[in-house]
Each structure stands twice: as C-alpha cells, then as structure tokens.
C-alpha cells in the first residue's frame, strides 16, 4: 500500500468518533452547540449529559432565538457573537444535517472550531468495521482514480465517515456543476433535471451550450421561465427550453 493509504489507516486509530468523544469527555474539554431551531435544545443537552461532555457555548442563528435562560457553565450567544466567546469549543455539535452544516463551517473553522455532524458512535463504528473488512478491494478503487486530488478526495471522504468531522471531507475546488473536463462548451447539449431556480441552467446556456431544462414545482417552474427571459432572452432565440 502507499505510505498516504496508511498513514490513513494509522490516523483513524487516534481520530475515531469514539476515541474522539471519550478524550472530549475525560478531559472536559469545551464543546458548543450550533442550533438553527431552540427547541431542539433540550435534546441536546440530553445528548451531552448522556456523554459527559462539557457544553461551554450554546449558539443560535439569531439574537431574536435567545428566548431561555442559559445552565451554570454555558455562554448564550447569536452566531454573530461566536467571536467574543472565550475559551472558544474545540468542537461544534449540529443537530441538522446537509446543507446547513455547510453553510457554517468555515466560519466555525476560521475560529479554530470545528464542526461535528452527530450521526450517533454506532455508525461511525460500523462504518470503520465495513472499511477494514473490505480493505483489499477500497485501496484497489484507491489506485484505480486517474490523479491526486481525486485519490485525496477519496480517503478524506472515508475519513470523514469514521472521524464524524465535517472539517475533514475534502470539498471540490472547482465551483459546483463545473468541474474541470465537464465544462460545457458551445453547441454541447445539457439536460438539467430538476432545474430549480434555473439558475445552473441559465450558466450553462450562456456558455453557448443548448439546454434542456425540467421543473415539476409549479413556483420554481415560473422563477426558471422569469430567469430565462431575464438573462439570456431578448431578439435571439431562447438557448434555454423549460419544461414542466
């Protein structure tokens, strides 16, 4: 195996969610809490009760959100306050995921804090005992990718998976739907399933390709239609076709 495939291997052994939560437990060190919803917060501080770990920061998306009173030992603040809290948590727990997570994390992480996705130790474990069952056959897809950074993109995605930290997915460089190699070009056909806004579909078309764009939600249908008149209609035929 390659010395980067081990040195995985060897890292997973000091950054598992369990050897993770139990230091953060022994050692008490400050955790926080990033809720867009309050009332989810009994929830979690149950979680960290259940776990013994020590909840220093309890931050909502909004001043207006601080409708309770916070427990001894826990800093109350808006997520435009997270930068006065001192000591600042070693990690961000989140109750919600995909998206929202995203939105965040660079924030959190530009303020050494990084961003835990609770998706329970039973997973996380479980997802460790596939991967070592199934080394042989992970490292051989390992080889198989073309370049560095798609091998990179790889391990830290099996990574992320047994870790629990959102900080250690690795995230494409590129913006989103142009990727280099799948850049679309003039007279290209491009079918955008799902369209939403229209929004890919319109940057697609100004790139010269022909695109066909299908919406079933009535209201994102009529911002698609909107946004193809707006910014690529006019004299010259629509490069843009909608379709409910």
Not at 76 to 93: D, G, N
Not at 112 to 133: I, P, Q, S, V
Not at 184 to 198: C, L, N
């Amino acid at each position: 195996m390659t010395s980067d495939f081990i040195k995985m291997l060897a890292d997973w052994r000091e950054s598992m969610y369990s050897q993770t939560m139990k230091y953060l437990a022994d050692k008490k060190i400050p955790c926080g809490a990033f809720l867009n919803d309050a009332s989810k917060l009994q929830m979690m501080r149950s979680f960290f009760k259940g776990r013994g770990l020590n909840l220093s920061c309890i931050c909502l998306l909004n001043d207006a959100d601080k409708k309770f009173e916070p427990e001894d030992g826990e800093q109350l603040v808006a997520l435009s306050e997270f930068r006065t809290v001192e000591p600042k948590p070693k990690f961000m727990f989140v109750s919600e995921g995909g998206f929202f997570q995203l939105m965040f994390m660079d924030y959190f992480k530009a303020r050494g804090t990084k961003m835990f996705f609770n998706n329970g130790r039973a997973n996380a474990e479980n997802t460790y005992d596939l991967y070592m069952k199934n080394l042989p056959a992970l490292y051989e897809v390992h080889e198989l990718l073309a370049d560095e950074e798609s091998k990179i993109a790889f391990r830290a995605y099996m990574t992320a998976r047994v870790t629990n930290v959102l900080n250690d997915f690795r995230f494409a460089p590129e913006p989103q739907y142009f990727l280099e190699g799948f850049f679309p070009e003039k007279d290209d056909i491009a079918i955008d399933g799902g369209a939403f806004d229209g929004a890919t579909s319109a940057d697609f078309a100004k790139q010269g390709a022909q695109v066909y764009a299908f919406e079933m939600n009535a209201d994102n249908y009529k911002n698609c239609l909107n946004r193809a008149e707006k910014e690529i209609g006019g004299a010259a035929p629509l490069p843009l076709k909608i379709s409910a």
